[in-house]
């Protein structure tokens, strides 16, 4: 199961891509550092959590990456705006206090996640906390702790797809997807998202691209 769909917002002048795979076209992983040299490919969740682990009495970090085939995007389309919509089943609990958190650290003033720009291939059946691809923090979204009485939240993710000096050029350019991870230390819980390896196929990451043409 799969959606990818395109049509044009006539009022605007805007071209728009939706994508939103499944198993067998998308491509997302986790890594976990308590299984350093494992592959997680099939993993249900899109996550960036840190919770203890009950066998093993410890906290185990996890992490994730994903990336959208944008091959049916033209190669001239200039991007105007992205769109990440992601779901969730059960909110992973957090004392409210992160809503407002102040670290008495210098220069620390927040806790939450963040999404990086992935400069390096990686293979979803492949990839392993050892072998995580780089990222970069140029451009990097932040998500901060949330309740919500709804299952869903969209992230502008524009920055990661566009060259970060758009006064020189925002045609869009290659990059190896989106890096999920928590920020700037685990100490928040997380959150965990539905993956496209996901049962319920409304609540699978997806991507929507707003764009025009030469």
């Known amino acids: ?20 795979p499944g198993p067998r076209k998308g491509k997302d992983a986790m890594i976990s550092n308590l299984e350093a040299d494992k592959n997680f490919g099939d993993h249900r969740y899109f996550e960036a959590t840190f919770l203890s682990e009950p066998v093993l009495t410890v906290m185990r970090s ?19 705006k992205v769109l990440l919509t992601l779901w969730y089943d059960i909110p992973i609990p957090f004392d409210t206090e992160y809503l407002n958190y102040t670290d008495p650290s210098p220069g620390v003033v927040w806790y939450g996640a963040v999404l990086q720009k992935i400069i390096e291939p990686w293979e979803e059946y492949k990839v392993t906390w050892n072998t995580q691809p780089r990222t970069v923090e140029t451009g990097q979204v932040y998500l901060s702790p949330f309740i919500r009485n709804c299952n869903m939240i969209q992230l502008n993710v524009t920055s990661l797809y566009i060259p970060s ?7 869009w350019h290659p990059n190896y997807g989106i890096f999920f991870r928590l920020w700037p230390t685990e100490r928040f819980p997380g959150f ?17 691209i707003y764009y025009t043409l030469p």
């Open 1 to 20: 199961y799969g959606l990818v769909g395109s049509e044009m917002c006539i009022r605007d002048r805007y071209y728009k891509l939706v994508l939103q």
């Open 62 to 80: 996890n992490r994730s990456l994903i990336s959208f085939d944008l091959d049916t995007l033209p190669k001239s389309a200039i991007i105007k």
């Open 165 to 171: 000096d758009i006064t020189v050029s925002n045609v």
């Open 192 to 208: 965990r998202f539905a993956s496209s390896d996901y049962p319920v196929p409304y609540m699978r990451p997806e991507l929507t």
